[in-house]
T-cell receptor, first 115, second 112 residues
Framework: NAGVTQTPKFQVLKTGQSMTLQCAQDMNHEYMSWYRQDPGMGLRLIHY???????DQGEVPNGYNVSRSTTEDFPLRLLSAAPSQTSVYFC??????????????FGPGTRLTVT | GQQVMQIPQYQHVQEGEDFTTYCNSS?????IQWYKQRPGGHPVFLIQLVKSGEVKKQKRLTFQFGEAKKNSSLHITATQTTDVGTYFC????????????FGTGTQLKVEL
């Protein structure tokens, strides 16, 4: 199993550009999520999904869109990049239970710089 | 604002010293998880606690979940250089559905 994969590993964007960060998992996990990591802020939840066709907002959803058309894939779209979106982005997946949580498996991350 | 805080933010210790990080939530948690992130790496799951007052051990690591389920701690006995990294707690806030909220993290540096 490859686990959770993310592409690209590094990306530089200009302000106003759009792009999609890719995330895929091969563990048949229902729950997938996107986090951003900034110094001193920990990991902040952007969007999450409890299954194909179901998504919901996390703490910091503004400026990002997601969709979940398959169990395996959960892409994150930046609509119009801003310097405040410079961060390291992690995708994670796990089994899902209502109101609970299982071990999260994280991808290697995407380091994004917006100039 | 941040609902799950960790203290301290940074800790430098000499190898062999003990280390503790504390995790505090503004509301009760249905469970608490702990993760370790090595420099340049991604978070890796360590353990999950579910019951009030629960204590679990993994070799030199001791994890505790508070009686009120609003705080938790991770204690490392006799640190080693392999313990270097950032330790995060994470939990489902009561009423938070399936949202897993991470703490702010404690960065541990171990010097020889």
């Amino acid at each position: 199993n490859a686990g959770v994969t993310q592409t690209p590993k590094f990306q530089v964007l200009k302000t106003g550009q759009s792009m999609t960060l890719q995330c895929a998992q091969d563990m048949n996990h229902e729950y997938m999520s996107w986090y951003r990591q900034d110094p001193g802020m920990g990991l902040r939840l952007i969007h999450y999904s409890v299954g194909a066709g179901i998504t919901d907002q996390g703490e910091v959803p503004n400026g990002y869109n997601v969709s979940r058309s398959t169990t395996e894939d959960f892409p994150l779209r930046l609509l119009s990049a801003a310097p405040s979106q410079t961060s390291v982005y992690f995708c994670a997946s796990s089994y899902s239970i209502p109101g609970g949580a299982y071990e999260q498996y994280f991808g290697p991350g995407t380091r994004l710089t917006v100039t | 604002g941040q609902q799950v805080m960790q203290i301290p933010q940074y800790q430098h210790v000499q190898e062999g010293e003990d280390f503790t990080t504390y995790c505090n939530s503004s509301t009760t948690l249905s469970n608490i998880q702990w993760y370790k992130q090595r420099p340049g790496g991604h978070p890796v799951f360590l353990i999950q606690l579910v019951k009030s007052g629960e204590v679990k051990k993994q070799k030199r690591l001791t994890f505790q979940f508070g009686e009120a389920k609003k705080n938790s701690s991770l204690h490392i006995t006799a640190t080693q250089t392999t313990d270097v990294g950032t330790y995060f707690c994470a939990g489902i806030l009561t009423g938070g559905g399936n949202k897993l909220t991470f703490g702010t993290g404690t960065q541990l540096k171990v010097e020889l």
